[in-house]
């Protein structure tokens, strides 16, 4: 079986979209087993892996983020956080974090926070002082506040994969996690502004001006509070909430805010449907993978060896987040919650981690990968959008890795951080 992840690796050196390797380094496997009669097992598995209602909610979450970026929503949310948070010592850097905190409710996604939010930050925290690079890192870090405050794209894939998890109670405990990332990257911003005498915003807005910055925003913010308040009254499935969403975008575009043009529809609706193709066939071609795993007894092998290391759950979750930061560092959140989650989560499970907290812990940890040096996503995203060389942000970007990972140890040892909403809501 150890044959099958060297040609997955190699194919991802070579070049080949993943998408592609997840499925042929299986299909190699089948063929070195010399039986043919497993080749007919793949179109089934294809169409398996993509065959679910829960899934819809990823193209109308992703629908959702493409339309707000497109009626200049970006703009009015970084206002209002420098509305709220602009005077305090690095006040820009602590106005990014927060624009992504409110763009973190409507998105769902790392990636699209960091291309809406990205130019319009990098551009007022470099005008205020700030190096260039260090903006790029500080968004690209922000970002992963995406996937982790919900709504959350890579949570509806997790509760897909898993089968025993409530995508509602994924999103009811994602809040506090979110928040918490949000401070610890705030609390390094503070200590590296005092430090290098960044930029302090003079100007006091009148209670006036905040109102106005308010009132320009509510539209927008209404977003997150119809998905979740929908979905933790139980009023619609997060997959009903995510088309309520994308209408509401829609017509907040078309009609009320009048900044989204018909004639844009068309390109929107074409980057929507290549990314979610992008996901959906990954889900599908990640089924022959598992499949290869379970005919070969791999999650039973790595189960007992993580179990015959230790069975106290404070350790093995220590293992599983060492293994799981190894891991995003070179592969996206998306696919390592695919090829993860089915193997670890039976494991936690079985010493009684709750299932709702190991899920935010993997959704946590696979996020900080995605700025996390070598390959991570949105490091590339935001060198791409500030035209900064990627090497110089890795080393921007080291002091808020240090951060989310103290964050992390903290959401993973106090359960009741990520518990009591899910708890107080029923989902607990």
Not at 11 to 27: E, N, Q, T
Not at 312 to 318: E, G
Not at 373 to 378: H, K, N
Request: neutral net charge; proline residues 6%.
């Amino acid at each position: 079986m150890i044959f099958v992840f060297i040609i997955f690796f190699l194919l991802l050196v070579a070049g080949m979209p993943i998408a592609f390797a997840v499925g042929i380094a299986p299909a190699i496997r089948f063929t070195l087993m010399h039986n043919w009669d497993l080749f007919i097992l793949i179109p089934q598995m294809l169409t398996k892996g993509a065959n679910s209602f829960a899934l819809l909610a990823i193209p109308f979450f992703i629908l959702t983020g493409e339309l707000m970026n497109a009626t200049g929503i970006t703009s009015k949310l970084v206002a209002l956080a420098n509305v709220l948070v602009g005077r305090i010592p690095g006040g820009l850097g602590h106005v990014n974090v927060i624009a992504s905190i409110f763009f973190a409710g409507i998105s769902g996604s790392a990636v699209s926070d960091v291309g809406a939010l990205g130019p319009i930050e990098i551009q007022i925290m470099e005008q205020g002082g700030y190096r260039r690079d260090y903006a790029a890192a500080l968004t690209a870090a922000s970002a992963i506040i995406g996937p982790i405050i919900p709504p959350s794209i890579i949570m509806v894939i997790y509760g897909y994969m898993v089968g025993q998890v409530s995508v509602a109670g994924l999103f009811a405990a994602g809040f506090i996690p979110g928040l918490i990332i949000g401070l610890s990257l705030m609390t390094i911003n503070y200590i590296r502004s005092v430090r290098f005498n960044l930029h302090i915003q003079s100007k006091k807005y009148t209670w006036q001006e905040i109102w106005q910055t308010f009132k320009d925003s509510f539209l927008a913010l209404l977003t997150p509070v119809i998905i979740l308040g929908g979905i933790l009254s139980g009023v619609f499935t997060p997959t009903e909430a995510a088309v309520i969403a994308a209408a509401y975008a829609l017509f907040l575009g078309l009609v009320i805010m009048r900044t989204l043009k018909i004639w844009e529809l068309p390109m929107i609706i074409r980057q929507t449907v290549i990314i979610t193709s992008t996901i959906y066939f990954i889900i599908s071609a990640s089924y022959i993978f598992q499949w290869v795993l379970a005919y070969e007894g791999i999650p039973q092998q790595i189960a007992h060896s993580f179990l015959s290391i230790t069975q106290n759950p404070y350790v093995l979750l220590l293992c599983i987040n060492i293994l799981m930061l190894i891991a995003g560092m070179f592969l996206e959140a998306a696919v390592n919650i695919i090829l993860l989650a089915p193997i670890l989560a039976p494991i936690a499970y079985q010493l009684g981690i709750d299932p709702l907290h190991f899920g935010i812990i993997m959704v946590v940890n696979l996020s900080i990968g995605l700025c996390t040096p070598p390959i991570g996503l949105t490091l590339f995203v935001s060198a791409t959008v500030s035209k900064v060389p990627v090497e110089r942000i890795y080393w921007q970007v080291l002091p808020f890795n240090v951060a989310q990972l103290a964050a992390l140890i903290l959401i993973t040892y106090v359960p009741t951080l990520s518990m009591t909403i899910p708890r107080l809501l029923g989902f607990a």
